[in-house]
RNA sequence: GCACCCGUAGCUCAGUUGGAUAGAGCGUCGGACUACGAAUCCGAAGGUCGCAGGUUCAAGUCCUGCCGGGUGCACCA
């Protein structure tokens, strides 16, 4: 209902502005003044305005003034108590806080579905080892992308990408046969969480290259045999991926994700996306063999922009070979254009994993498409890839190759999501038992990497926060039964994992701490999540006392506003909670969900003040209790609807 | 060498398309549980927003240069 109320005054604003001075305003800017006395709404407009007529008069303008002229012209509004030219000249809106409060009490208006499908690609782990926490950083941010898209009235489509057929896989497959020279049943015979046992293995083969680099030849044959397919190596790497990629959608099914498709890049690769997407770069003249050079007999693409600049010979990015073998790059390009639909072939699909609530998770194949009847996959309006920031460079050159193909406006509400990466503390290493060569130990940060098998594994820490979440739970409620006292565990382990990977703006290299990241006071998930319960225990408590609630209504409003107007806190606390669509839009806008998860964290802090500093249930007069109950209501609703778009569950007790 | 990201309190980080007196968490010190659950709250100390110029009514925010850190510039992904 705000959004509706700014952009009412906007109009007028607007409407003023071309009557008394003759202007025509596109934007308007729209800001909260720093102090509630200064007012809910403030508009700058008048110091732009000063500027405007300067320009065409030559004459200087005074910015208050200008302000005083505007406010006049102002019409009344119900939803407005009065407004004011303050400081320089701006002009400040002051709201009717009762007429606020009672629309909140109704329920907020859906935005619009869009109808526009937006394919959003993320987590994305080579599936050759367990997820750590930077996979996990990447898959949370992009869920809580994708409910944020939902909330926004787009349909979303979430593709979890699959390499099986690269340098990764070959390498465990390698680590298999010529390491621990074991067949298949014996690998198959290997129990517990497969990962966890291909992440050391990862590690050990690493190793193994680096003692013996004639063993790097078997990795070569071995990725060339799982390209072409159809022979004893290639349906072993295929056992291990799929096998990896299970226990991977293990890890991240405990923090809720999921997902819609998972395309496979062996797919790309037989169903000849790559040669059709191949066809189209020649025609267009987007790649060019080179026939001397260090890239001599290689396709290579080139940046517009560095043809312009007349750049140096050997810039661009080799997709082909000369071999004639694809790179990733030139792979996921055929897979971006595939999203848009431009490629005109398409995969086969069947079902991979259905889930207890009923979402099923398909994957590509090459077979026909067999059981079931697929939704109709791709041909996205747009789409987003979350990947990280060092692969900035090689993303411009699918962006580049898709703009070039794709004549039309979706390629540029498209975008790769870059965010940078978990790095781990000295102390963290220490802590792991991880050696380190004395320059790392001076060093800020040490950079996760799964070929040395460095870093925390998603289930490791999952596990850590449930099993300190659990002391916690059994120490506050010894009568919950062990399963009851689990659930709740893990609800506020996976509310301060997200939260803590959704705090820092996408553009912070996380530095990972043991200690912040299994704390569950301050600036935490759990620290929210508190005072949802808190507030909700409130309306159990009123119920258990059998105290009826009066509801409010347009004759109180009077009343309501003498109360209101003396209680700046209270309002303060309500106008934030009237504020959740304004963040929700700006994080969703930004692709930033750390701005929702600061505002969620705002919100709770301002609630918890409140329940401290006054007593609702005792409070004896009727209409005040109301008041407050109301403002309790308003609050925890916003507080859990947040909470639900970065993924965050609501525990029943804590 | 070139490109991108970062530099804000002791530490970790926010700071919306430039707007009013630069904020939060952690840590430190001192307080608050016989009232809706203390995973909470209140108070105190803590700043040359890396440095130097520039743009303007207004710069932590934009531009230029420098310093310091990270990442990329593969016929790896």
Not at 245 to 274: A, C, M
Request: aromatic residues 10%.
């Amino acid at each position: 209902m705000l959004e509706r109320l700014r952009e009412h005054i906007v109009r007028h604003l607007r409407q003023c502005v071309q009557r008394r001075f003759d202007l025509t305003v596109e934007e308007i800017a729209i800001e909260v003044p720093p102090h509630v006395e200064l007012g809910d709404l403030a508009f700058p407009i008048a110091f732009q305005l000063a500027q405007w007529l300067r320009q065409r008069t030559g004459q200087k303008y005074n910015p208050r003034a200008l302000a005083e002229a505007i406010a006049a012209e102002l019409p009344p509004m119900q939803e407005i108590a009065r407004v004011e030219v303050a400081g320089a000249g701006y002009l400040n809106v002051f709201l009717d806080r009762a007429r606020l409060l009672l629309g909140l009490q109704q329920p907020e208006t859906a935005p619009e579905p869009s109808g526009e499908k937006i394919i959003v690609e993320h987590t994305s782990i080579n599936p050759n080892k367990a997820a750590h926490i930077g996979h996990l950083r990447n898959a949370v941010l992009g869920d809580a992308l994708v409910r944020l898209l939902r909330w926004s009235g787009a349909r979303v489509e979430v593709h979890n990408y699959i390499d099986n057929t690269g340098v990764q896989v070959a390498d465990v497959v390698v680590g298999f046969k010529y390491l621990e020279k074991k067949d298949r049943a014996e690998i198959e015979a290997i129990p517990g969480k497969f990962d966890h046992y291909c992440w050391d293995l990862y590690a050990r083969v690493t190793a193994w290259y680096e003692e013996n680099p004639e063993a790097l030849e078997l990795r070569r044959q071995t990725l060339s045999e799982i390209e072409e397919g159809g022979n004893p190596t290639a349906e072993l790497a295929e056992y291990i991926s799929m096998r990896v990629l299970n226990d991977q959608l293990d890890t991240v099914e405990r923090l809720g994700i999921y997902y819609d498709l998972l395309p496979r890049e062996s797919e790309i690769l037989h169903l000849k996306f790559w040669d059709r997407a191949f066809e189209l770069l020649k025609a267009a003249g987007l790649v060019t063999y080179e026939t001397e050079g260090k890239n001599r007999g290689c396709w290579v693409m080139r940046l517009p922009s560095e043809e312009e600049t007349g750049a140096r010979e050997d810039e661009g990015k080799v997709l082909v070979r000369s071999d004639g073998t694809v790179v990733y790059t030139g792979k996921d390009i055929a897979y971006h254009l595939w999203k848009l639909g431009r490629l005109g072939v398409d995969f086969s699909y069947r079902p991979f994993r259905r889930y207890p609530n009923g979402h099923t998770t398909w994957i590509t194949t090459s077979e026909a498409t067999a059981d079931g009847a697929p939704p109709e996959f791709g041909r996205g309006s747009a789409y987003l890839s979350v990947i990280g920031s060092e692969q900035t460079y090689l993303q411009r050159f699918v962006k580049e190759a898709v703009r070039a193909l794709v004549p039309d406006p979706r390629v540029e509400r498209s975008a790769h999501i870059a965010y940078e990466k978990v790095a781990l503390t000295p102390r963290a290493c220490l802590e792991l038992g991880i050696e380190l060569s004395p320059e790392e130990l001076e060093r800020q940060q040490i950079s996760m990497s799964g070929r040395r098998g460095l870093g925390v594994k998603a289930d490791d820490l999952i596990d850590k926060l449930e099993e300190k979440a659990l002391g916690e739970v059994r120490a506050r409620h010894p009568e919950l039964s062990e399963e009851g006292a689990r659930r709740l565990a893990h609800q506020i382990a996976v509310g301060a994992l997200r939260y803590f990977l959704l705090k820092y703006t996408r553009t912070t290299a996380i530095a990972f701490d043991f200690t912040e990241a299994l704390s569950f006071e301050g600036e935490t998930g759990p620290y929210v999540q508190y005072a949802v319960v808190r507030a909700r225990s409130i309306f159990r408590k009123l119920q258990e006392a059998g105290l009826s609630r009066h509801p409010l209504g347009p004759e109180q409003i009077p009343e309501i506003n003498r109360f209101l107007n003396e209680h700046d806190d209270l309002w303060a606390l309500l106008y934030l909670a009237a504020r959740l669509g304004e963040f929700a839009h700006q994080a969703c806008e930004h692709y930033e969900p750390a701005i929702l998860a600061k505002y969620a964290f705002q919100l709770a802090q301002r609630f918890n003040t409140f329940y401290h500093s006054y007593h609702i249930l005792s409070e004896g007069d009727p209409l005040v209790r109301e008041v407050y109950l109301a403002i309790t209501e308003a609050v925890c609703e916003r507080l859990a609807r947040a909470l639900e778009l970065l993924g965050i569950e609501v525990p029943e007790m804590m």
